[in-house]
C-alpha cells in the first residue's frame, strides 16, 4: 500500500522543507575516493534542510543488496562492498517506503551498471509508481583527459529518462566540482538563462555550467505526482498512459504536446530508451507522420463575409436596373484579393507545419538509435538534427525546409478556414519562421500573391478543385469588373420548355449511342447568357446572378481540360440533374457550346457587341481545348468490318482530321452520325483548321447518306420516286410504277419519250418525300450545306446517285440504308460519286446513267451491283 507524503507536502515547498532520501551507490567500485565524495555531498546538501527535514532525511545503501535505511547521523558508516544492481532499492520495502514518503530523492552513483539491470532498475522505478517523485542523479567520477562524451551515465539515466522533474550532475571527485550535464522541470532555474548544454565528442569539462550546493536552496519542490506504473507525466499536467501511446489511441493535442515540447519529447525518447523500448517507439513515432491537405479542394475563406456582402450588393444594384459604382466593384475584387492571399498562407502555415513534424519523426529516431549509457544521450532531440550532430555522424542535416510533405484528399468542410494553426507551432524549436503578412497585389490575377514568400501552389485558383497550371480564357467580368482575368460559365436550371419526349430523365445516369448529337434539346439548355470571373462565378451559386430569372445551379472555370478531367465531369454530370453517364458529360457540353455558335447574336461578326463577342470567343477557346484532348468512343456499329475491337477511344482532334482526310473512303463514322451531332463535328473540323473544301465534300457525302436513309426508312416505292428521276418529254411528269430500266425503251437502249433527269438540284428535292422541308431546314443551318446548294456538279452528282440508289435497291433486297450508301460509293463504275465529285459535268451524268441503264437490261441488276472497288 503506497504511504502518503506529509500533509504539508501535498502542495509545492521550498527545498529546505523537502522530505528527503539519500540512494547511495556502495558497491565495490566507490571505494575510496568516491564514497567519500558521497558522503561529502551528502553532508553538504543536508545542511539546506530545515531542522524537521534534516530528521526525516533517510539513507539508503545499496550495492546487489538494500542496506538497512540509516539516518543523516549515520553517515560515516558506509562502507564499500559488492557489485552494483540499482533495482535493490526499490525492490527493498524499507528502501521503497522511504522512497514513496520523499517529495525529493537524490540518486548518487559511479554510473556503470550492466543493461540488463538498468532496464529491470528503470520498469521497477514504475512498477512502484516513484516516477512522479522529483530526483537528482548524481554520477560521482574524475574529470580527466577523457571528455564527457565517454562518461557511462547508465545508472542515472533511467530516473532522467522517465521522471519530468529532475537534475542529472556530475561530481568531479578530483576537485569536489559540480557540473550540470542536463537539468529539466523545476531544476531549469539552475541554468539562468544558459540552454542546457550539448554533449558529445567536442564537448569539454570546462563547458558545463557549474552548480554551488548552496544554489539547490533557491528550489521550489513541486509534490509527488502519484502516477500509475503505465503512466508518464510531462510538464504541466500532462500525464499518459504508455499503452494509449502504443495503440496511437492518443488525442491530436495530446501528441502535439509532446512532440513540440522539447523535455517532453526528450524524456519520451529516453523512457524508451531505458526500458528497451525503442522499437515500439520507431513504430509509433512513424505513425505520427502528417500530411498536408491538398489545399485543391478546400473552400476558400471569406475573411469577415466581406467578399459576400459586397457582391450582394452588386447583384442587388445590377437587377434593379443600374450599375454597380466603381468603388464597390473594386472593393469586390479586393476582398477576392485579401481571401485567396489567407487561404494561399493558411496552406503555407500547414506545410510548415509538416517540415516540422517529419523533422520531430527523423531527429527523434535517430535518437532513440543512440548508446542510451552514453552522456550523450542526454541531449535534447534537436541536438539530432544540428549540424553538429550532421557533420560528426557524417549524415545530412535533416531540416523542415528540406522535407517534402505528402499530399492527401482533403476532408474538411468548413468554410471559413480550412488550416487551423497551432498555439505551439512557433514555441517548438523545430518550427520555422512563420512567413510574413502577405502583400495584396494590386491587379486582378487572383490566384498569386506578392511578397518574398513564393508558396508551392501557383496554380491554384479561387474555384475548389481547379487548377490552372498552363492556360485559360481571360476577358473581362461582367459582375466586378476585373479584366484579363480567367472567366468562368455559369450554369442554370433549363427555362421553362416542354420536355422532349423519352428524354433521359433526372437521375437515369443513361448511356448514349451518339452524345455529340444532344446539344440541342431544351433540357440541355443550360449555360447562362452571364458571363463572369471565376471568384464572381463561385458566388453566383449561391446568391445568383445579375438575371434574377435565372437560377444558377453550377460554375466552370474556362481553364485547360486535361488537367481538370474529372472535375469537369463531375460538375458537368451535377449541371445535368446526373441525366446522363458521367462517361458523355464532356461530349454533350461540347455539342452545346457549338451549337451556340449558330446563334445570330454569337456568330462573331463585326456588328457584335463587346458581350456578344467575347462570349463568341469564350466558346471557340473552351471548344478548341475540347477537341484537342477529349477522347471518344465510336460505337462498334461504326467502325469498319475490319476493325479488330468492339468499340474504339480516339482523341476527337485526330479522329476529326483523319476522317475528312479519308473522303475518298466512304465508310467512315461521320456519315452515319445523327444530323445534330454530325453537325457539331463539322463546326468542330472548323475549330481544328479542317479546309473547307474537304468539309463540304463531307457535307455532300452525308446529305447521300440522308437521302438514302430517308428512303429507306420511308420504304419509298417506284410510285413515288419515279417522277423525282424521270421526265416524259410529252407530259413532263410520270407516275407509271415500273422498275427504272424497264422506263429505258428500245432494244438499243436508245431513249424513248421518258428520259432520265441527269441533274436534281437540292431545290429540285425540297419538300419532296426523299426531302422534307423540316430536313432540309435542319441542313440549312449548316455552312458547308448553304454551299452546296449554290453549285451545278451536286444537283449533276445526286442524280446519278439516285438513279443507282433505285437499282441497287431493286438489286440487293433487304439492304439497310448503310449497306445501300456503301454499295453505290464502292462500286467502280460510279467513282465519280466518291471521287472528285466536283468535277462532275452534265454530259457524265447523263453518260453514266445511260451506261447504268444499258448494263442492267443487258446483264442484270445484280452483275451491275458486284462490288467492284
Not at 532525511?57 to 553517515?75: E, Y
Not at 514518503?101 to 559511479?110: G, P, V
Not at 453549285?791 to 433487304?814: I, K, P, R
Request: hydrophobic fraction near 35%; glycine fraction near 6%.
Amino acid at each position: 500500500m503506497t504511504i502518503e507524503p506529509p500533509p504539508h507536502l501535498h502542495d509545492n515547498h521550498q527545498f529546505g522543507k523537502a522530505a528527503v532520501s539519500f540512494a547511495v551507490d556502495v558497491s565495490g567500485s566507490t571505494y575510496g575516493h568516491t564514497l567519500k565524495a558521497e558522503q561529502f555531498f551528502i553532508e553538504n546538501v543536508s545542511r539546506l534542510l530545515s531542522p524537521k527535514s534534516q530528521m526525516t532525511a533517510r539513507i539508503l545503501p545499496w550495492n546487489n543488496k538494500a542496506k538497512p535505511v540509516l539516518g543523516l547521523s549515520q553517515l560515516n558508516t558506509l562502507k564499500s562492498s559488492g557489485y552494483t544492481i540499482p533495482g535493490v532499492i526499490v525492490e527493498d520495502k524499507a528502501c521503497n517506503a522511504a522512497l514513496d514518503q520523499s517529495s525529493l530523492w537524490f540518486l548518487l552513483t559511479d554510473g556503470l551498471v550492466d543493461d540488463v539491470y538498468r532496464e529491470h532498475f528503470a520498469k521497477l522505478i514504475a512498477k512502484h509508481r516513484l516516477h512522479g517523485i522529483s530526483c537528482v542523479a548524481i554520477i560521482f567520477g574524475e574529470a580527466g583527459r577523457e571528455g564527457p562524451g565517454s562518461c557511462n551515465i547508465s545508472v542515472g539515466v533511467s530516473l532522467y529518462a522517465i521522471v519530468p522533474n529532475c537534475l542529472f550532475l556530475f561530481y568531479n571527485t578530483l576537485n569536489h566540482e559540480i557540473m550540470i550535464m542536463q537539468c529539466k522541470g523545476v531544476f531549469k532555474s539552475l541554468l539562468g538563462n544558459v540552454e542546457n548544454p550539448i554533449i558529445d565528442d567536442n564537448t569539454t569539462w570546462e563547458s558545463f555550467p557549474r552548480l554551488s550546493v548552496n544554489k539547490l536552496s533557491t528550489l521550489v519542490i513541486p509534490p509527488p505526482k502519484r502516477l500509475e506504473e503505465d503512466e508518464i507525466a510531462f510538464d504541466g499536467d500532462l500525464v499518459i498512459r504508455f499503452e494509449e501511446l502504443w495503440s496511437n489511441s492518443l488525442s491530436q493535442e495530446q501528441i502535439s504536446k509532446i512532440l513540440t515540447n522539447e523535455d517532453n519529447l526528450s524524456t519520451l525518447v529516453m523512457t524508451t530508451q531505458s526500458r528497451g523500448d525503442v522499437g515500439r517507439f520507431q513504430s509509433w513515432i512513424q505513425a505520427q507522420s502528417m500530411k498536408v491537405d491538398d489545399p485543391l479542394t478546400k473552400p476558400r475563406p471569406d475573411i469577415n463575409g466581406s467578399a459576400s456582402a459586397i457582391f450582394q450588393e452588386v447583384i442587388a444594384a445590377s437587377r434593379a436596373g443600374g450599375m454597380p459604382n466603381d468603388e464597390t466593384r473594386r472593393q469586390l475584387r479586393s476582398a477576392y484579393t485579401t481571401n485567396m492571399a489567407a487561404f494561399r498562407q493558411q496552406y503555407h502555415l500547414q506545410v510548415q507545419e509538416v517540415q516540422t513534424r517529419q523533422s520531430i519523426i527523423h531527429t527523434s529516431s535517430v535518437q532513440s538509435a543512440s548508446n542510451i549509457n552514453s552522456a550523450q544521450s542526454l541531449n535534447r532531440t534537436q541536438y539530432y538534427s544540428s549540424s553538429r550532430f550532421s557533420s560528426r555522424n557524417n549524415t545530412p542535416v535533416f531540416t523542415p525546409q528540406t522535407m517534402s510533405p505528402q499530399v492527401t484528399s482533403p476532408v474538411d468542410p468548413s468554410c471559413q478556414s480550412w488550416a487551423s494553426t497551432p498555439s505551439n507551432l512557433n514555441s517548438s524549436p523545430y518550427a520555422p519562421s512563420p512567413p510574413s503578412i502577405l502583400q495584396h497585389s494590386p491587379n486582378n490575377n487572383f490566384g498569386a500573391r506578392a511578397g518574398p514568400h513564393q508558396l508551392s501552389q501557383p496554380d491554384l485558383i479561387y474555384t475548389p478543385g481547379f487548377r490552372c497550371r498552363t492556360e485559360s480564357f481571360k476577358g473581362n467580368c461582367s459582375i466586378c469588373g476585373a479584366q484579363n482575368t480567367t472567366l468562368a460559365w455559369l450554369f442554370r436550371s433549363p427555362l421553362g420548355q416542354e420536355s422532349t419526349p423519352s428524354f433521359p430523365a433526372i437521375g437515369s445516369n443513361s448511356d448514349l449511342e451518339f452524345p455529340l448529337a444532344m446539344g440541342g434539346y431544351s433540357e440541355m439548355n443550360v449555360i447562362s447568357e452571364t458571363i463572369c470571373c471565376e471568384p464572381c462565378s463561385n458566388f453566383c451559386v449561391g446568391f445568383g446572378s445579375p438575371d434574377v430569372t435565372e437560377s444558377i445551379i453550377g460554375a466552370l472555370p474556362m481553364i485547360s481540360f486535361p488537367e481538370n478531367s474529372q472535375k469537369f465531369e463531375e460538375v458537368l454530370y451535377a449541371v445535368f440533374g446526373g441525366r446522363l453517364a458521367q462517361k458523355h458529360v464532356i461530349q454533350v457540353f461540347l455539342s452545346i457550346l457549338l451549337s451556340m455558335l449558330q446563334q445570330p447574336r454569337l456568330s462573331g461578326g463585326n456588328d457584335s457587341d463587346a458581350a456578344s463577342l467575347q462570349c463568341h470567343q469564350a466558346i471557340r477557346w473552351v471548344c478548341k481545348d475540347l477537341i484537342k484532348n477529349l477522347a471518344i468512343e465510336i460505337p462498334s456499329s461504326m467502325l469498319p468490318s475490319s476493325a479488330s475491337e468492339p468499340s474504339s477511344n480516339r482523341l476527337l482532334s485526330q479522329l476529326t482530321k483523319t476522317s475528312f482526310d479519308n473522303t475518298s473512303y466512304a465508310n467512315s463514322f461521320l456519315i452515319r452520325y445523327p444530323l445534330e451531332g454530325f453537325a457539331v463535328i463539322l463546326r468542330a473540323s472548323a475549330l481544328v483548321g479542317v479546309p473547307i473544301h474537304l468539309r463540304q465534300r463531307v457535307m455532300f457525302h452525308r446529305y447521300l447518306y440522308l437521302l438514302t436513309d430517308s428512303f429507306k426508312s420511308q420504304r419509298l416505292s417506284n410510285s413515288q420516286m419515279n417522277p423525282l428521276l424521270w421526265t416524259d418529254l410529252e407530259t413532263e411528269s410520270l407516275s407509271q410504277n415500273l422498275s427504272p430500266e424497264c422506263l429505258y425503251t428500245g432494244s438499243t437502249g436508245s431513249p424513248g419519250n421518258l428520259v432520265p433527269r441527269a441533274s436534281l438540284s437540292i431545290s429540285n428535292l425540297r419538300n419532296t418525300v426523299i426531302l422534307s422541308d423540316q430536313m432540309y431546314g435542319a441542313l440549312h443551318k449548316l455552312e458547308e450545306f448553304c454551299f452546296l446548294e449554290d453549285v451545278e456538279w451536286v444537283g449533276l452528282v445526286t442524280a446519278v446517285y439516285l438513279h443507282a440508289l433505285m437499282v441497287a435497291d431493286t438489286a440487293l433486297g433487304q439492304a439497310d440504308a448503310w449497306d445501300l450508301f456503301i454499295a453505290i460509293m464502292t462500286n467502280s463504275e460510279l467513282t465519280s460519286i466518291s471521287e472528285g465529285p466536283e468535277n462532275m459535268t452534265i454530259n457524265m451524268s447523263e453518260g453514266i446513267i445511260h451506261t447504268m441503264y444499258i448494263d442492267v437490261q443487258v446483264h442484270g441488276r445484280q452483275k451491275f451491283m458486284m462490288y467492284k472497288s
